[in-house]
């Protein structure tokens, strides 16, 4: 029974735990010779995650919902290029799934949840082991003030919730006004434009927000799916708090900054992929806060009265240079519109800290102490001053804090 003890269908086995019940059965049957004989073997058995103790096996009656009509329907938006997923190589693992879709069972034995918006007539299961089937059923919004059954009882509601699964795939538009048709807030947002999650939920959540949605408004939730890939300890397992392998963003932020966590899980990541978590990699990108910091106050010092506009004249170098950060722009532009994060990045890494830090500001910075006429000094750190702010625009979609600190404190 749903307790883990034998019910009374097993007679002397009757109010025992699975496991009692299975040795004094060996009891019996040796008892009474019918045991040949007694070998070990190794079997897969299924235990519960987080108490270790043993799953058994259970029949019982429970509620589904019939999908199958509406795979057909969540497979062909994806098909047809209604909805977009990055990569796009997961949407194979998501026909795969489509395919072998069967009706799905949205009852929960749980203390919590949304609940089951059906009615059974109360004297149609009176008794306390009354089988499901039996009863006579209503599905209603609110509770029926007579029973349509036998006009006399209080209909009884339920006492299964629904999958937790079955109430997020209500989510893009049920938090917004839905089913109003003129909610505002529906009419504004939904669709949605781009949904990110993880890689690992393709099934559980955004599948079942297509189908539901297709069903429920006959339009697609989203027009594009962003999948980020997990994130793993440094051994590649899975991070839990059971495991004890989980890293604590807070006691991280407070060691490194925000800015440095939020760049160590963008960079160097691709799309759907998971990722191996190093605290050298949130140091790695520290380092790289600590340099934009430096910069940005040489800068703001030695740049102190200059306008933040292109100069007329540029020598060689300086044409060299912004010739280079236009380029690393237009990249950044096409790498956020295929979603290629890690890679924009990357590359704002590698110029910002060589090809502006080390090399550029550098050069800049002996122009100026060399220049003996005041126009020409200014031209100069005209041009470091839109360097820099050119880059920090950049920077502020990886490095909001910094970038939003040096705006305050330094200009």
Not at 192 to 204: G, K, Q, R, V
Not at 250 to 260: H, R, T, V
Request: hydrophobic share 40%; net charge neutral; charged share 30%.
């Amino acid at each position: 029974d749903r307790y883990g003890r034998m019910t009374e269908e097993t007679g002397p086995y009757a109010g025992l735990k699975v496991a009692e019940a299975r040795e004094k059965i060996i009891a019996d049957l040796d008892k009474l010779g019918l045991i040949e004989k007694i070998t070990d073997y190794a079997l897969r058995q299924p235990v519960s995650e987080r108490s270790g103790a043993v799953i058994e096996p259970q029949p019982s009656t429970q509620w589904f919902m019939k999908v199958t009509d509406l795979k057909d329907q969540a497979t062909k938006v994806v098909k047809d290029g209604q909805i977009k997923f990055y990569p796009k190589s997961l949407e194979k693992i998501y026909f795969n799934w489509m395919k072998n879709l069967h009706d799905w069972c949205i009852s929960r034995q749980l203390w919590w949840g949304h609940e089951i918006p059906a009615f059974y007539c109360a004297k149609s299961g009176q008794t306390k082991n009354q089988k499901l089937e039996t009863k006579n059923f209503i599905v209603a919004i609110k509770k029926p003030d007579k029973c349509p059954f036998c006009g006399e009882c209080e209909m009884v509601q339920d006492a299964d919730v629904l999958d937790t699964w079955f109430s997020s795939g209500l989510w893009p538009f049920s938090t917004l006004g839905w089913p109003n048709s003129d909610a505002p807030d529906l009419k504004k947002f939904f669709p949605t434009t781009l949904m990110e999650t993880a890689a690992d939920i393709i099934f559980f959540w955004v599948a079942r927000m297509i189908m539901m949605s297709l069903a429920l408004t006959e339009q697609v939730p989203f027009k594009e799916v962003y999948f980020h890939g997990l994130v793993l300890d440094e051994q590649g397992k899975k991070m839990s708090k059971s495991k004890g392998n989980a890293a604590d963003p807070l006691i991280l932020i407070d060691k490194y900054g925000a800015d440095a966590l939020r760049m160590s899980l963008i960079g160097g990541t691709a799309m759907g992929l998971p990722q191996r978590f190093s605290e050298q990699k949130v140091l790695k990108y520290r380092n790289f806060v600590t340099k934009i910091w430096n910069a940005s106050r040489f800068v703001a010092l030695t740049c102190e009265g200059a306008k933040t506009e292109m100069p007329k004249k540029l020598d060689k170098t300086e044409v060299a240079f912004f010739k280079a950060l236009d380029k690393l722009e237009a990249d950044n532009l096409t790498l956020f519109t295929k979603y290629q994060l890690g890679l924009a990045l990357e590359e704002l890494y590698e110029f910002s800290w060589h090809g502006f830090a080390d090399k550029f500001l550098e050069y800049e910075k002996k122009k100026i102490s060399e220049v003996s006429e005041a126009d020409k000094a200014q031209d100069t750190k005209s041009a470091l001053l839109v360097a820099l702010d050119r880059q920090l625009k950049l920077l502020s979609d990886f490095a909001p804090f910094v970038t939003a600190e040096i705006a305050k404190e330094m200009f």
